[in-house]
């Protein structure tokens, strides 16, 4: 099965989107199998990157301003999900990239990716609780928890995709081999 998994990273404080990352990756293979990376301009040109969301995510103003509007990142979006013929739901860290990013694109229709989501954090900090261990919050420290490297820049909306999705396909290891000995049916 194909899945899709989602990144944001978004200027502050306004909360507006300046770049999406998607990764689409193979459940039973657990190989990444494209990616896509969309920057997105301001509602405003009066709005401008912060230094210091520059400095968190190295996304410039530059970028930005060459970026394409929350409707087109989203219509994009869409199409690279349709061509895998992802599951509808996207895996993300923590929750409601998938909901801020229609809501933010108002396309005019219903959300290609429903109004849920894998929340890999989640299941994470379950796994976590089911073990009477303290809960970990961000990515890259609680793959190195699990034994895993983060590979690329923190806070870039395509690393942050890819690593989830990858820490995602480690747990799917674990409950597969958790449930091994169950029988089929």
């Known amino acids: 099965m194909k899945i899709m998994s989602l990144d944001l990273e978004l200027n502050q404080p306004s909360g507006n989107i300046i770049q999406v990352g998607a990764v689409v990756g193979d459940t039973d293979t657990q190989k990444i199998l494209a990616e ?24 410039t103003q530059d970028q930005v301003d060459k970026g394409i509007i929350p409707k087109e990142a ?14 509808r739901n996207p895996g993300v860290w923590g929750g409601g990239d998938s909901n801020a990013l229609y809501k933010q694109a108002n396309p005019g229709e219903g959300n290609f990716m429903g109004f849920r989501w894998i929340d890999v954090k989640t299941i994470y900090q379950s796994i976590r609780i089911a073990n009477s261990m303290p809960r970990q919050g961000g990515l890259a420290k609680s793959m190195i928890k699990m034994g895993l490297k983060f590979n690329g820049r923190k806070h870039n909306a395509v690393d942050d995709a890819k690593n989830t999705l990858l820490f995602y396909f480690h747990m799917l290891n ?12």
Not at 36 to 59: A, R, S
Not at 174 to 185: G, I, S
């Open 174 to 185: 674990l409950l597969r081999e958790a449930t091994k000995n169950e029988p089929k049916r």
């Open 36 to 59: 896509l990376n969309i920057y997105v301009q301001l509602p405003t040109k009066y709005e401008k990157v912060t230094e210091y969301i520059t400095n968190l995510t190295g996304v």
């Open 74 to 87: 989203y219509f994009k979006l869409k199409e690279f999900s349709q061509k895998w013929d992802c599951f």
